[in-house]
């Protein structure tokens, strides 16, 4: 029986952390991880080989570079959505993760977002996009509900 292929993504430090909470899943599935690449998330590369990737690391807090940084991690998003071809994008959010979900949302994947544990009273930024479209919107916190009333509560991956 063929797996189904699976897109885990998130960006570097908490998110990434919290996507890898989900590493159980990993073997149930055709499963590939892309995040962006910085010292932490490259030591990766030793345990998951071809079924990690990277992207740009970019932070808003250098508005100038963070510009062309996302320019190009648009570019590397449909790169590696062609090379994938995901059935189903998983993601714990932020940067990179909002451009594969819009592209995978076109193409027919089914988008699964899990917001953040860090935010228990407020929207991040991706979640607040992507929240309109994803397949089933996951929130760690019961607070979160009314904020987002169609999401699931999903409790806490940690």
């Excluded at 909002?98 to 027919?108: A, D, E, Q």
């Excluded at 309109?132 to 009314?146: G, R, S, T």
């Amino acid at each position: 029986m063929k797996k189904k292929k699976v897109l885990f993504i998130s960006s570097t430090g908490g998110h990434f952390s919290e996507l890898m909470q989900l590493k159980p899943l990993f073997e149930k599935y055709d499963y590939h991880i892309i995040t962006e690449k910085d010292k932490f998330t490259y030591s990766f590369k030793k345990t998951y080989g071809k079924k990690i990737s990277y992207m740009v690391y970019a932070t808003r807090m250098h508005p100038f570079s963070y510009t062309f940084k996302f320019l190009w991690d648009c570019i590397l998003t449909v790169f590696y959505f062609v090379k994938i071809r995901p059935k189903y994008i998983v993601t714990t959010g932020t940067h990179n993760a909002g451009p594969m979900c819009v592209l995978g949302k076109i193409f027919g994947s089914k988008i699964i977002y899990i917001e953040t544990f860090a935010n228990r009273h407020s929207k991040t930024a991706t979640g607040r996009i992507i929240y309109h479209f994803a397949d089933l919107f996951i929130v760690q916190w019961k607070e979160m509900l009314e904020i987002y009333p169609k999401a699931t509560l999903g409790g806490s991956i940690y």
